[in-house]
């Protein structure tokens, strides 16, 4: 079945330093979507990407989506303590399930 | 405010119990969706529902049960078949039709087996 993979799966980041976590799919996604989940929340929607080299910026957040549509990037510039939490991929290959990528945890060191 | 509301925020249940999580919304959403967390991990799919009455196993449906009654609602039984039920468990829902979009999530249950 369909796989999405993420790396690295932690990511300490000193407070101002930029980061990028990625994200692999086994297959062709029809879309991708990122979340963000706090520490002790639920993942929140943060976007979503369709079109092949799609690039989509959220102020210090900066997200791609791979020309063959099988893996996707965040990243994220001038870290912050407000950037700690999990941040999630999910992938939908046509007429599939979404399927969530396991998940890059933050931790910001001031 | 138009959410999703799970319910209770924390449960315990005792081994050979069987416990319904409830999740409400009102936002008018077609689609819910029920999703396990084990900590440390992604998101696992236990079962969703595109439409009323109609509902469909995802990735770990067994030990698990869904009811979709009424548009608003779709409640998830754990029942005594689930081996190692203690997890998080959160419950989403989306808008329906032909164009995909993010889901939201509600603050999630936290189940532990006593």
């Known amino acids: 079945g369909q796989q999405v993979m993420q790396i690295p799966q932690y990511q300490h980041v000193q407070e101002g330093e930029d980061f990028t976590t990625y994200c692999n799919s086994s297959?062709?996604?029809?879309?991708i979507q990122w979340y963000k989940q706090r520490p002790g929340g639920h993942p929140v929607f943060l976007i979503q990407l369709v079109k092949s080299g799609e690039v989509k910026k959220q102020k210090r957040l900066t997200f791609q989506f791979g020309e063959a549509k099988k893996n996707s990037s965040l990243h994220i510039t001038a870290t912050q303590t407000t950037d700690v939490g999990t941040y999630f991929c999910a992938g939908r290959a046509a007429g599939n399930k979404l399927t969530f990528g396991g998940g890059t945890r933050v931790l910001v060191k001031p | 405010d138009g959410g999703i509301t799970q319910s209770p925020k924390y449960l315990f249940r005792k081994e050979g119990q069987n416990v319904t999580l409830s999740c409400e919304q009102n936002l008018n959403h077609d689609a819910m969706y029920w999703y396990r967390q084990d900590p440390g991990q992604g998101l696992r799919l236990i079962y969703y529902s595109q439409i009323v009455n109609d509902f469909q196993k995802g990735d770990i449906a067994e030990g698990y049960s869904v009811s979709r009654e009424k548009k608003e609602s779709f409640p998830l039984t754990v029942t005594s078949a689930q081996k190692n039920p203690t997890a998080f468990y959160l419950c989403?829902?989306?808008?329906?039709?032909?164009?995909?979009?993010?889901?939201?999530f509600g603050s999630g249950t936290r189940l532990t087996v006593v």
């Open positions: 989403a829902s989306k808008t329906g039709g032909a164009m995909d979009y993010g889901y939201t």
């Open positions: 297959t062709t996604l029809s879309n």
